[in-house]
């Protein structure tokens, strides 16, 4: 199948026109089309299992990885990798609320592996495995998650997640909402779904220039 096709955001992502979101312009106005095109359809996608997942199948390995080595990418690049993290934890976390809980801890095992340092799916992964029963794990999830970090980056987990693994440390059984079990690792209500990323200063310059070799 051609990936560029169905715009893939991996190999082929600027390739051609990709049903009404990105059509092969200019670099810059490709990436831009492709980066708010992806955050329309994640705020779309609701707490729909089905609809997070279609979202992710856009990716097809690294974001951009056929521009990994242009300056001009580099930007948009990091952009759309954490708005696809955001959008498995997303996955992850509609899977718990929909009892989907085994489904929800394989989609986070191997995010974790993907992001060894976030702190989010850390905390997803042990409400998960209290929400199965297996408060053990749960733990042990925090424990490894805190010795890699002191370890690798002389980091502590945040508060959030330490305040996570309090709650099961009490007893949390991963779903209630009361003052006891809440987490600040809620879901975003889709409104709050967008992604606002700080534009480095050298980018516009380097788009710029890109734009203007092109021409």
Not at 27 to 48: K, M, S
């Amino acid at each position: 199948e051609d990936l560029a096709a169905k715009g893939a955001v991996g190999i082929g992502a600027l390739g051609e026109v990709a049903a009404d979101q990105v059509v092969l312009l200019g670099r810059q106005d490709g990436l831009v089309a492709l980066e708010a095109g992806l955050e329309t359809e994640f705020g779309l996608a609701a707490d729909d299992p089905g609809n997070l997942s279609a979202v992710l199948d856009r990716w097809d390995g690294p974001s951009i990885a056929e521009f990994a080595d242009e300056p001009w990418a580099v930007g948009a690049a990091g952009r759309l990798d954490e708005l696809r993290a955001s959008i498995v934890e997303s996955l992850a976390e509609t899977l718990i609320d929909h009892n989907r809980v085994d489904a929800a801890i394989g989609v986070l095992e191997a995010h974790a592996i993907d992001h060894p340092f976030r702190d989010h799916p850390r905390g997803l992964l042990i409400r998960a495995l209290a929400v199965a029963g297996r408060r053990t794990e749960a733990l042990r999830v925090y424990s490894t998650y805190q010795r890699l970090l002191a370890e690798e980056v002389g980091l502590e987990p945040s508060t959030a997640l330490r305040e996570i693994e309090q709650r099961v440390v009490a007893g949390w059984d991963g779903r209630s909402d009361d003052e006891s079990g809440s987490t600040s690792h809620g879901r975003l209500a889709a409104s709050q779904r967008r992604v606002d990323w700080p534009v480095p200063p050298q980018i516009p310059e380097l788009l710029a220039g890109a734009a203007g070799t092109s021409s």
